[in-house]
């Protein structure tokens, strides 16, 4: 059988359900990400406070000078 033989849809056809499922695949693990980082926009960041406060204040003036 010639390679002019062969229907040109085979590749197509295999690249269909490959596509869907690497999608499927980026979703469950972005999506859980993408949901935590949308709860904490509509919440608010959690405020500074204690040593995590002074640590940040300090990572700034050092990044400033």
Same mark, same amino acid.
């Given at each position: 059988?010639?390679?002019?033989?062969?229907?040109?849809?085979?590749?197509?056809?295999? &690249? %269909? $359900?490959?596509?869907?499922?690497?999608?499927?695949a980026a979703l469950l693990l972005v999506g859980p990400l993408?949901?935590?980082?949308?709860?904490?926009?509509?919440?608010? &960041? %959690? $405020?500074?406070?204690?040593?995590?406060?002074?640590?940040?204040?300090?990572?700034?003036?050092?990044?400033?000078?």
């Amino acid at each position: 059988m010639r390679t002019s033989d062969h229907p040109k849809n085979s590749r197509s056809a295999h &690249l %269909a $359900p490959m596509l869907l499922r690497m999608t499927l695949a980026a979703l469950l693990l972005v999506g859980p990400l993408a949901a935590v980082t949308i709860h904490a926009k509509a919440d608010g &960041l %959690a $405020p500074k406070q204690g040593a995590g406060f002074v640590l940040f204040v300090s990572l700034q003036r050092q990044s400033m000078s």
